[in-house]
């Protein structure tokens, strides 16, 4: 008697490995030309393929990009999810600099992934709603550090202008609505100013202004998690 599984599961094997060299030689490509100029026919040449076969794996470029801007948002994430897991136990400071400190690390070793995902938009593409729970993998970290410490020692709950409290108790609502509105919109500011931090040294804006990086960049994260009011280090 045969076994009718094995056949499917050599095709499934093969799939995930030409997905896989797809996915890899669309990374090279991003390296070389940037997002705007990747194309599926040049991926197919690349890889001795033909375009109606890569077709079969991702119809469109934007299918290419957005699952390129998964694995990239998922890479992230995990990076950052396992930096935090070695300190979890520490207090909220600390934590916070560490997440930090590992979407840096990310960042400066996939400078072009971090580009892709951090960088300019892709002109005519429109990323659909599967990208948001990838994206807001480093962001839910840094709400739990914010919410843990809330709960435990208390935040400093940082000043909040009236004409901005109606829109910081919308943002709380959606975002973390056990946390004071004041924090919430100073963890949204945080959150940006995380990412224009790294996005300057990535993309050499920090050349001839800052030269010993990695304790600016420490410094500038601790600063962050106490405009947060994360005020206990331990």
Known sequence: MTNSS???????????????????????QLAAEGA?????????????????AVYRYFPSRDDLLTALIIDAYDSLG??????????????????WVRVCEAVRGWALSKPHEYALIYGSPVPGYTAP????????????????????AHAGLGVAKPRLAEELRPEA?????DLAPDLPPEVVVTLVAAWA??????????????????????????????????????????
Do not use: C, N, W
């Open 129 to 148: 709603q599967a990208t948001i729970p990838p994206a807001a993998r480093v962001g839910h970290l840094l709400i739990g550090i914010a919410r843990d």
């Open 193 to 234: 100013q995380l990412y224009g931090l790294v996005g300057f040294e990535v993309f050499g804006q920090f050349t001839r202004v800052v030269e010993d990086r990695e304790p600016f960049f420490r410094q500038a994260a601790r600063q962050l998690a106490h405009t947060v009011g994360l005020v206990h280090p331990r």
């Open 169 to 173: 108790v919308r943002m709380a609502a």
């Open 36 to 52: 705007a100029k990747l194309s599926l026919r040049a991926v197919a040449r690349e890889l001795g393929m033909v375009s109606s």
């Open 78 to 95: 995990a990076a950052a999810e396992a930096a935090h897991a070695e300190v979890a136990e520490a207090g909220p400071v600390e934590r």
């Open 6 to 28: 094995t056949p499917l599961g050599a095709r499934a094997r093969a799939r995930i490995e030409v997905t896989a060299a797809i996915k890899d030689e669309a990374r090279r």
